[in-house]
């Protein structure tokens, strides 16, 4: 008898865990509104990791970050240390000042062996946004 009554607990267990389970799994998140009814979507393509060497990243510096003519532009220098020339690819990120992304561009760059380049990317959606901040997300060499 006591047999039996293991084996209901461990059925009646099971159907219980089953049972919660679906009710877990159908819990769905709302899906994302706008208060404007315009389009969520973002420029830039965002959906592909952006290149990005550690090592060449010490190499390239973004040091400025703004607004001109209608769009934002982040500018930096790019050096090379090294005995042969090297081109860059350089990703930059436009974001809020809550950390949105708005925007993401690259550019290249060659730099001369034992020298230095200046470089910029556009973007961020131009006048509609008074504020925002370029984030260096990639460096790599092509």
């Known amino acids: 008898m006591e047999a039996k009554k293991a084996g209901a607990v461990v059925v009646a267990g099971s159907v219980l865990m089953l049972a919660l389970t679906?009710?877990?799994?159908?819990?769905?998140?709302?899906?994302?509104?706008?208060?404007?009814g315009a389009s969520a979507a973002i420029p830039g393509s965002f959906a592909s990791p952006?290149?990005?060497?550690?090592?060449q990243r010490k190499n390239v510096q973004l040091t400025?970050?703004?607004?001109?003519?209608?769009?934002?532009?982040?500018?930096?220098?790019?050096?090379?240390?090294?005995?042969?020339?090297?081109?860059?690819?350089?990703?930059?990120?436009?974001?809020t000042t809550q950390a949105t992304?708005?925007?993401?561009?690259?550019?290249?760059?060659?730099?001369?062996?034992?020298?230095s380049a200046n470089w910029q990317v556009s973007g961020g959606q131009g006048a509609a946004q008074k504020t925002l901040r370029c984030v260096l997300r990639g460096v790599a060499t092509s």
């Open 64 to 95: 400025s970050c703004q607004k001109s003519a209608g769009s934002w532009v982040a500018s930096g220098v790019a050096n090379n240390a090294g005995t042969q020339p090297v081109t860059y690819k350089v990703t930059v990120t436009f974001t």
């Open 22 to 36: 679906g009710c877990v799994a159908g819990i769905s998140a709302p899906a994302p509104t706008s208060s404007t």
């Open 101 to 115: 992304d708005v925007d993401q561009n690259s550019t290249t760059v060659t730099v001369q062996a034992g020298g």
């Open 50 to 55: 952006v290149p990005n060497d550690p090592a």
